[in-house]
């Protein structure tokens, strides 16, 4: 941990000279700001953060005493060391009940330095670990944080190709460290029509999607370290579970019960087979959207969960056909899926529906596509083709109305972009997942989107990063983190080039607003 520094003193030989007498960098601090009187530090001390700030007591324009005092109103927790001669002792002692940490005559000692130095780092860790731990508890049980953290599951079971670097960070972050070394069980569950007769107005799954997501927060919150809950936007009123291995029946049983009797409905559920490690996560919610729609097709009579065995498509087929869909190439996807759904159907018909689901998945769109009618019509491959072609169609034109290829793979490296900002993304890792080469993605990025590939993504993360100061109460040592910026100084002097105000001003200056429109005063 480094903390910034910024001294204050008119003697530039002064200021010169502390820099010399330690290896600040060592001791875990950067000097970050100079000012040779009041009036400069109070202007740096509004632009940017510091953790401490050493000050000689008799400067002109403002003098040390005056500087505490604006020194204490814009940053309450900034630590503070009085420099100061023989004849200013008084100034000195009136600086140290004023809560500055501690004073040092002049000329100051290299060993001096070290030790009040060592002192301040102490306390400032202290105080960081304090409010780390307090903010992290508070920000956990916020709404952003759930998002994220879903956002970084289902980057998981679709099998993206994060960044080995943000992987270790992302873990603790989401404390999923342990999860890496556990065998776990995916559930996959959805409302389905119910029997029961009620004196309300007509209830259907539609309706209740939001209760039943509520509702599944809640039953996993009753396990809070043997289940993760997350739900994909692609698929509406279905819920996604991974609990450890040996409790996911009694958590499906916990699902069914709880759904039937607080919603009146019937629960469809499946159950993925049991994997290990976060590789094999993709595999385990799969199998359990499988054995979902599986369960939608044995009938409302059987409750039961289902387990789905059937072996899934080759990885090499999944990316390939993902390459056409994403290109436009229809006539290529045309041939692999021809060729699947012919294999699996030498099997059986049951082998091919599960193969037209598997590809079905690629497209991210609503699961309950394959409801019970389409099964009883899908007879045959080519039957099964057309439906896939059907909405492999719908999918290359809802990416792009007008045009497909280039165009439609810069489109989708945008949402990409945009769901995956807080993690480290690297012009060649975006250009590897869309089979690019780097310099030509580059070009054509820049060509599609009006700017480089460097400032688009920096937009898309000052977007969020203006989102969280202005709705939450975080730092802007977690702001930086949690919006993928490479450092606090980083951060701020972009934020600043881009708006003409410092992070902090921003938030103030919101702040103030918000105080200005409230109805209750």
């Known amino acids: 941990m480094m903390y910034n520094v910024l001294i204050a003193d008119d003697e530039i030989e002064v200021r010169e000279g502390l820099k010399l ?49 604006v020194c204490r109103s814009l940053n309450p927790s900034i630590q503070i060391m009085i420099i100061t001669g023989y004849e200013d002792f008084h100034y000195a002692r009136a600086g140290v009940r004023s809560q500055a940490m501690d004073y040092l005559l002049k000329p100051v000692t290299r060993d001096e330095l070290k030790t009040t130095l060592n002192k301040i780092k102490d306390e400032l860790d202290k105080k960081k670990q304090l409010h780390g731990d307090s903010e992290m508890m508070q920000w956990r049980l916020s709404q952003y944080y759930k998002e994220m953290k879903q956002r970084f599951l289902l980057d998981l079971v679709r099998g993206h190709r994060l960044p080995p670097s943000s992987l270790p960070e992302r873990m603790r972050l989401f ?18 029509n119910s029997g029961i007769q009620t004196a309300s107005v007509e209830r259907i799954p539609e309706k209740l999607h939001l209760p039943f997501e509520l509702l599944c927060h809640e039953i996993a919150q009753s396990y809070p370290d043997n289940v993760q809950v997350f739900h994909d936007g692609a698929h509406p009123g279905i819920m996604h579970f991974i609990t450890l291995e040996g409790i996911q029946h009694e958590f499906a049983q916990q699902i069914t019960a709880q759904t039937r009797s607080v919603l009146t409905m019937d629960v469809q559920v499946g159950l993925g087979l049991s994997v290990s490690g976060f590789e094999r996560w993709k595999e385990g919610y799969i199998h359990s959207l499988l054995a979902w729609n599986s369960a939608g097709r044995k009938g409302a009579q059987d409750r039961m969960p289902v387990v789905d065995h059937s072996p899934l498509l080759p990885e090499e087929t999944s990316r390939m056909l993902h390459r056409c869909l994403i290109r436009g190439e229809l006539d290529s996807f045309r041939s692999v899926i021809r060729k699947e759904l012919a294999d699996s159907f030498r099997i059986s018909t049951s082998h091919m529906i599960r193969s037209l689901f598997q590809i079905s998945l690629l497209f991210e769109q609503e699961s309950s596509w394959l409801s019970p009618e389409w099964v009883l019509w899908l007879k ?88 969280l100061l202005r709705e939450t109460q975080l730092t802007v040592w977690d702001v930086t983190e949690l919006t993928g910026f490479r450092s606090p100084s980083y951060f701020s002097s972009k934020f600043k080039k881009m708006f003409n105000i410092s992070p902090s001003d921003y938030r103030l200056l919101h702040s103030e607003k918000i105080d200005n429109h409230d109805p209750k005063k």
Not at 404 to 424: F, H, P, Q
């Open 175 to 192: 404390h999923l460290e342990s999860w890496q070394d556990h065998s776990v069980c995916f559930i996959t569950a959805g409302m389905r």
């Open 380 to 467: 045959t491959p080519d039957q099964a083709e057309l439906l896939l072609m059907h909405w492999a169609e719908d999918f290359v034109n809802q990416q792009q109305p007008s045009e497909v290829g280039e165009d439609t793979v810069i489109e989708s490296a945008k949402r990409y972009i945009e769901e995956n900002y807080m993690l480290e993304l690297t012009l060649t890792s975006l250009a590897d997942h869309y089979n690019y080469n780097s310099t030509y993605f580059s070009e054509i990025f820049k060509e599609a989107a009006g700017i480089s590939f460097i400032q688009y993504v920096t937009e898309v993360r000052m977007k969020h990063a203006i989102r």
């Open 21 to 69: 007498k330690v290896n600040w960098q060592d001791m875990g601090f950067i000097i970050s700001g100079e000012a040779a009187n009041g009036i400069e530090a109070e202007e740096l001390l509004k632009a940017e953060h510091f953790d401490l700030l050493i000050t000689d007591m008799n400067m002109p324009v403002m003098d040390g005493v005056q500087l505490l005092d």
